[in-house]
């Protein structure tokens, strides 16, 4: 399973960004996906999350910013950034759970990092004031 996001950038404070992550070896339709970031010396933390369903997670730092999204015909997740600040400035990873169609509702199941057994390379997003 592999996971390759992109849409790195450097953007001006209020404007959009949208990352996209394509895996490969999943059908992406049937696992929770997940955001999470970290920037320079802190933890990596959870931004959103959806379900394989069509529930879906934020962080209150970004909930009404940010809108995660999934096109299953692609096997693509998104996280489409709106009114960035310069605290969002982070590498961006997504992940993907392993469990088939899970079907938890716990909004802790998808907001920790140890649900995921997959991720991506990362991708700087730097918001500038």
């Known amino acids: 399973v592999q996971l390759q996001a992109s849409g790195e950038g450097l953007v001006q404070a209020g404007d959009s960004l949208t990352l996209s992550c394509t895996v490969s070896?999943?059908?992406?339709?049937?696992?929770?996906m997940g955001w999470f970031r970290q920037a320079p010396g802190r933890e990596r933390e959870f931004v959103a999350a959806?379900?394989?369903?069509?529930?879906?997670y934020y962080a209150h730092s970004v909930k009404g910013r940010f809108t995660i999204s999934r096109d299953n015909a692609r096997d693509t997740g998104y996280l489409q950034m709106d009114s960035l600040k310069p605290e969002d400035t982070a590498v961006y990873y997504c992940?993907?759970?392993?469990?088939?169609?899970?079907?938890?509702?716990?909004?802790?199941?998808?907001?920790?990092?140890?649900?995921?057994?997959?991720w991506g390379q990362g991708t700087q997003v730097t918001v500038s004031s």
């Open positions: 070896g999943r059908t992406v339709a049937n696992y929770a």
């Open positions: 959806i379900r394989s369903g069509a529930g879906k």
């Open positions: 992940a993907l759970d392993a469990t088939f169609r899970s079907s938890s509702r716990d909004s802790a199941y998808y907001s920790n990092r140890l649900t995921y057994d997959f």
